[in-house]
């Protein structure tokens, strides 16, 4: 079946360093992907999103890029902020995908910590 | 403002106790999903449906039902209450043109 999976964390790094989160993912068809962040005690936000092959996605200078032939999503930052700190999940979709249910299926999570 | 509802935000059960977690949408989103989310741990799972009047288990459904008789609510019920439901829960919907939708959670604990 569809599975994601991430780096373990937690991932800790002084303000400034440049950021990957590695994900990658095993799934039939053609799923999309996505990179959802979660504040303490808050729920889950939409990153970024790719939602094929060698789609790049990017937000507040967060990037991913779609690559189907590695089956992979790292997520990265080339400069990361203390406002940064957050766990961070990689999902994909199935909806485009043999099922068609549009179940998100997430990996388990990244913690980032951002030192000053 | 459109979005997804979830009452209560938080609640305390006792072992044995049962409970309705509510989710209401007002997006017309067809799709609509139970995920739990453990402590240091991913979501999964628990039902989803497509549409009013389906809905189908997922990976985590044991101790769990869910009814869709309308295409803006989608409870989830527990009966019998154990501490492994111990866990946050949200609720999602996925359509045109939001896309994923989350609810903000409803923190539930069992003692």
């Known amino acids: 079946g569809n599975s994601v999976t991430q780096m373990e964390g937690p991932v800790t790094l002084s303000e400034e360093a440049f950021l990957t989160i590695n994900c990658t993912y095993t799934?039939?068809?053609?799923?999309?992907l996505f990179w959802y962040v979660q504040y303490p005690g808050e729920g889950l936000q939409l990153l970024l999103k790719?939602?094929?092959?060698?789609d790049k996605g990017s937000n507040k200078g967060f990037e991913a890029t779609y690559r189907k032939e590695t089956t992979s999503f790292h997520l990265e930052k080339g400069s990361v902020q203390v406002s940064d700190s957050a766990v961070y999940f990689c999902?994909?979709?199935?909806?485009?995908?043999?099922?068609?249910?549009?179940?998100?299926?997430f990996g388990q999570g990244t913690t980032l910590q951002v030192k000053p | 403002n459109a979005g997804v509802t979830q009452t209560p935000k938080f609640r305390i059960l006792k072992i044995g106790q049962s409970m309705t977690l509510q989710c209401t949408q007002d997006?017309?989103?067809?799709?609509m999903y139970w995920y739990r989310q453990d402590p240091g741990m991913g979501l999964k799972l628990i039902y989803y449906s497509v549409g009013a009047g389906i809905t189908d288990k997922g990976e985590v459904p044991n101790g769990y039902n869910v009814s869709r008789s309308t295409t803006e609510d989608f409870p989830l019920r527990l009966e019998l209450a154990a501490p492994s439901q111990t866990s946050v829960y949200f609720c999602v919907t996925m359509g045109e043109p939001y896309g994923y939708t989350f609810g903000s959670g409803t923190r539930l604990t069992v003692v």
């Open positions: 790719a939602t094929k092959a060698d």
């Open positions: 999902a994909l979709s199935d909806l485009q995908g043999s099922s068609n249910t549009g179940k998100l299926i």
């Open positions: 997006m017309n989103h067809n799709y």
């Open positions: 799934a039939t068809g053609y799923p999309s």
